[in-house]
């Protein structure tokens, strides 16, 4: 049996003061936000590292135990035959489907490419610049 990785299915959306956006953080990344911080991580603004603001938006027992969970269910469903999914598409990936991916591949074989991705690497670039032209 193939387990589903709910965690990576899961986020938190959250608006973007900046651009009036939004984003989303997977609970995955979320978790791994508080191994980090547990493993001692000596940054503490979260302006300057991600896992120091993304601790706060679950913790890291309620995360463990909706993983948990749903690998119980997984294991009941598969035993009767069966396969636990995830009924429909969120609203705003109306014609995106999920699918399996191997977190393990060279980052080389995935598709990178979107419009906001794009969006992100042209304001990067402008503030780098901005922050090497001489103060006025």
Request: hydrophobic share 40%; proline share 8%.
């Amino acid at each position: 049996m193939v387990s589903m990785d709910i965690l990576s299915l899961i986020a938190i959306r959250l608006p973007c003061l900046q651009c009036r956006d939004s984003y989303v953080v997977p609970l995955r990344d979320i978790l791994l936000s508080h191994q980090i911080m547990h493993e001692g991580c000596p940054v503490a603004a979260e302006t300057e590292c991600p896992p120091v603001f993304q601790v706060r938006l679950a913790s890291h027992s309620e995360i463990k135990a909706l993983e948990q969970a749903w690998r119980r269910m997984e294991y009941r469903a598969s035993a009767d035959g069966g396969e636990l999914v995830l009924m429909g598409q969120p609203p705003e990936y109306p014609n995106h489907p999920f699918e399996a991916i191997d977190l393990n591949a060279p980052w080389e074989s995935f598709d990178l490419k979107h419009e906001l991705t794009d969006k992100g690497i042209r304001k990067f670039v402008e503030d780098y610049r901005n922050t090497l032209a001489p103060a006025a």
